[in-house]
Nanobody, 127 residues
Framework: QVQLVESGGGSVQAGGSLRLSCAGS????????MGWFRQAPGKEREGVAS????????YYASSVKGRFTISRDNAKNTLYLQMDSLKPEDTAMYYC????????????????????WGQGTQVTVSS
């Protein structure tokens, strides 16, 4: 189990950018997969982006591909989500997640894959 804390959320105009951070002691040593998820009011939680420990594999939801980029800085024990060309439909609570129990993930964008979660950070995009 790792303690995850998200930051970087806020309110922006459509077309703007935000960079989310997920910090946690031990991320570089104890996590096999990391991911970003989001949930809007009345909607299901959906996987946005994920990558493995060595960043040799990454996955993106079709709705964000080409606009969002997931990355890690192991020296800082931090996961990032760079969000560009933001749209109003990107408005949601964004959550950081980690898989620490095994290196195998059959569905990297499924919330059932992950066993540790942060508390979320709000992103609001206005038109």
């Amino acid at each position: 189990q790792v303690q995850l804390v998200e930051s970087g959320g806020g309110s922006v105009q459509a077309g703007g950018s935000l960079r989310l951070s997920c910090a946690g002691s031990g991320i570089s040593y104890y996590t096999f997969w990391m991911g970003w998820f989001r949930q809007a009011p009345g909607k299901e939680r959906e996987g946005v982006a994920s990558n493995n420990a060595g960043s040799s594999s990454s996955y993106y939801a079709s709705s964000v591909k080409g606009r969002f980029t997931i990355s890690r800085d192991n020296a800082k024990n931090t996961l990032y989500l760079q969000m560009d060309s933001l749209k109003p439909e990107d408005t949601a609570m964004y959550y950081c997640a980690a898989k620490t129990d095994s290196p195998y993930a059959s569905s990297p964008l499924s919330q059932q894959t992950y066993n540790s979660w942060g508390q979320g950070t709000q992103v609001t995009v206005s038109s």
